[in-house]
């Protein structure tokens, strides 16, 4: 067993320790799960309904307590950690409002009976393997829909938000979940794959990078568990011809720096039409160059700290590689003397294939801006990855960007001049390298059900 120091990434300094459960001890806790589930299966849908609007209060009482832990433990704005936990509780709402009517029985005519029933049944235990970027998000976007069909949840959180993970299993507690519904694991990544492979785990969802996704999608495949994953990306966003360029510079900004440039669905490539290019990148630069980092607490911080000084290097790499390789600074891509995790927002030109700024997810604050031709280049180039989250277009002709989004546009996900992160009311999931399987929007409650097939015969 080892041990696990979360790090405040503002300061540099510990916050706290916590033991990683030995495998037999972990084992356990998936079979209390499990004996949590044969009962809370039997609830109906309204009841079900009920302790998951509760969950949503319970959130929103501990607002402030769960956000500056999130804060502490990651470096998110304070103010991004207060509207993500109100995001958590509007997902309970959402969930507990629609729920019932999502997973009623649905009637069917079928041609060899009376009668036919398809009746969405839950599966049993769901294990969630979530990253650190949104601490409670990542876990509400999955538990809460699972919780609503009738599974047990366990949940392998990030290490450096750990005690963020903790709250938030107390935090179910306290809005009457019962007892081992919801588990918290501690565990290292060889435990995690014995989990995967328990006969009581039925079902299995990451968040991460397409690297971890490849891992967990053969551990699962190997013991035939079915999967969602939300893997990395590289989000295109397109400002063509007509665009609204203030609009277009203030909305890729958000884009790119939202959450200290530490979001899947953050814009990473800024591709923009020829005629408009050079006016856009100076208003765009000139939007970089005014975010200054510091004090993620400090209501007035433009960006905080990345999460930890390694992502840091990691993204550093991947600028001076990018430059080496022809790419040009236009701002910040310097390493900041003094303590934390602290990186400039960075705005890369000259960018093309072969470098990481064009072929890689960059997971920090530096935005590639690539040229187009015209609005057709544009597409071919946003297309041009092998992931496919989500993306952007920044035009005045909202019905041609509508056009190009539904059929043009190879991602799960397009913000027409506008960015946004998730709705509970939408579907949130990609294609390619980005992963398979949708949460929110009512999809992600029957991911992991039993859609059954009852004939009833004619009397």
């Known amino acids: 067993m080892g041990t696990i120091t979360t790090v405040n990434p503002a300061t540099g300094k510990n916050i706290d320790s916590y033991e990683e459960l030995a495998r037999d001890a972990a084992i356990a806790k998936v079979d209390a799960c499990h004996e949590a589930f044969t009962q809370w299966k039997l609830k109906s849908l309204e009841d079900r309904a009920d302790v998951i609007?509760?969950?949503?209060?319970?959130?929103?009482?501990?607002k402030e307590e769960l956000a500056q832990l999130m804060t502490e433990?990651?470096?998110?704005?304070?103010?991004?950690?207060?509207?993500?936990?109100?995001?958590?509780?509007a997902i309970c709402d959402y969930t507990a409002g629609c729920g019932p009517a999502e997973l009623a029985p649905e009637p069917r005519d079928p041609s060899n009976a009376g009668r036919g029933i398809v009746s969405y049944e839950p599966i049993g235990v769901v294990y969630g393997i979530q990253p650190w970027n949104f601490p409670a998000y990542q876990v509400i976007r999955y538990s809460i829909a699972n919780l609503m069909a009738g599974n047990g949840v366990l949940l392998k959180h990030a290490?450096?938000?750990?005690?963020?993970?903790?709250?938030?299993?107390?935090?179910?507690?306290?809005?009457?979940?019962?007892?081992n519904l919801f588990t918290v694991l501690v565990v290292d990544h060889d435990t995690s794959d014995a989990i995967i492979e328990c006969n009581k785990l039925r079902g299995v969802t990451l968040t991460g990078s397409d690297d971890a996704g490849k891992h967990v999608a053969e551990a699962a495949g190997k013991v035939l568990k079915p999967l969602v994953l939300e893997l990395g990306s590289n989000d295109a966003y397109m400002v063509l011809e007509d665009a609204d360029l203030d609009l277009a510079a203030e909305v890729c900004t958000q884009a790119r720096l939202y959450n200290n440039g530490q979001t899947c669905i953050n814009g990473k490539r800024f591709i923009v039409t020829d005629k408009v290019y050079d006016a856009f990148l100076e208003k765009f630069v000139d939007r970089f160059k005014a975010i200054t980092p510091g004090d993620p607490t400090d209501e007035d911080s433009d960006m905080g700290p990345m999460a930890r000084t390694d992502l840091r290097e990691t993204v550093h790499e991947q600028v001076e590689k990018?430059?080496?390789?022809?790419?040009?600074?236009?701002?910040?891509?310097?390493?900041?003397?003094?303590?934390?995790?602290?990186?400039?927002?960075?705005?890369?030109t000259n960018v093309e294939p072969g470098q990481p700024a064009y072929d890689d997810e960059i997971f920090g604050p530096v935005a590639s801006v690539i040229r187009a031709k015209d609005d057709e280049d544009a597409i071919r180039?946003?297309?041009?990855?092998?992931?496919?989250?989500?993306?952007?277009?920044?035009?005045?002709?909202?019905?041609?960007?509508?056009e190009l989004a539904s059929k043009h546009f190879d991602t799960g996900m397009v913000f027409i001049n506008v960015y946004g992160v998730a709705d509970p009311s939408m579907p949130f999931g990609g294609v390619k390298n980005s992963g398979y399987g949708r949460e929110h929007g009512g999809f992600g409650m029957r991911e992991f059900t039993n859609a059954k097939s009852i004939f009833v015969g004619a009397q």
């Open 381 to 402: 180039l946003a297309n041009d990855s092998r992931y496919g989250l989500g993306g952007g277009i920044l035009s005045k002709d909202e019905d041609r960007a509508i």
């Open 73 to 89: 433990e990651v470096g998110k704005l304070i103010g991004d950690s207060r509207d993500e936990v109100e995001l958590c509780a």
């Open 159 to 179: 290490s450096n938000c750990t005690g963020s993970g903790l709250m938030i299993e107390k935090i179910f507690r306290e809005g009457g979940l019962p007892e």
């Open 53 to 62: 609007k509760n969950i949503g209060k319970a959130l929103r009482d501990n």
């Open 322 to 348: 990018s430059v080496a390789k022809g790419a040009k600074i236009e701002c910040g891509g310097k390493i900041p003397e003094g303590d934390g995790a602290f990186y400039p927002a960075t705005v890369l």
